[in-house]
């Protein structure tokens, strides 16, 4: 059984910057998924694509472009999110979810595996 699992996630105030890590295990390799990406998502609100890689592209949201970045390291098998100048409307549960198969790498539901998420809080 494949898993994700997020880490990193905190409370921090508006301006800074945390560092979020998706771990696979489980024959899950981030280097064979056909998609790897961030979503993220709070109450009330549809799940969204902060940022994935899939499809010959790198994708950010225009809300986060020139502020997060998007990164593996295929030999720990660890998918990254790096977040600066963080704002009030970044908080959110943050999810990595991994597509083994050809898919639409924008569409959460096109994701087979999903981590817990991670809490992150931004104050002001």
């Known amino acids: 059984q494949v898993r994700l699992v997020e880490s990193g996630g905190s409370s921090v105030q508006a301006g800074g910057s945390l560092r979020l890590s998706c771990a696979a295990s489980?024959?899950?390799?981030?280097?064979?998924?056909?998609?790897v990406g961030w979503f993220r998502q709070v109450p009330g609100k549809e799940r969204e694509a902060v940022t994935y890689?899939?499809?010959?592209?790198?994708y950010y949201h225009d809300s986060v472009k020139g502020r997060f970045t998007i990164s593996q390291d295929n030999a720990e098998n660890t998918l990254y999110l790096q977040m600066s100048s963080l704002k009030p409307e970044d908080t959110a549960m943050y999810y990595c979810?991994?597509?083994?198969?050809?898919?639409?790498?924008?569409?959460?539901?096109?994701?087979?595996?999903w981590g817990q998420g991670t809490q992150v809080t931004v104050s002001s």
């Open positions: 979810a991994a597509a083994w198969r050809p898919a639409t790498c924008s569409n959460p539901g096109r994701y087979d595996t």
């Open positions: 489980g024959y899950g390799y981030f280097v064979s998924a056909y998609c």
């Open positions: 890689i899939g499809n010959s592209r790198t």
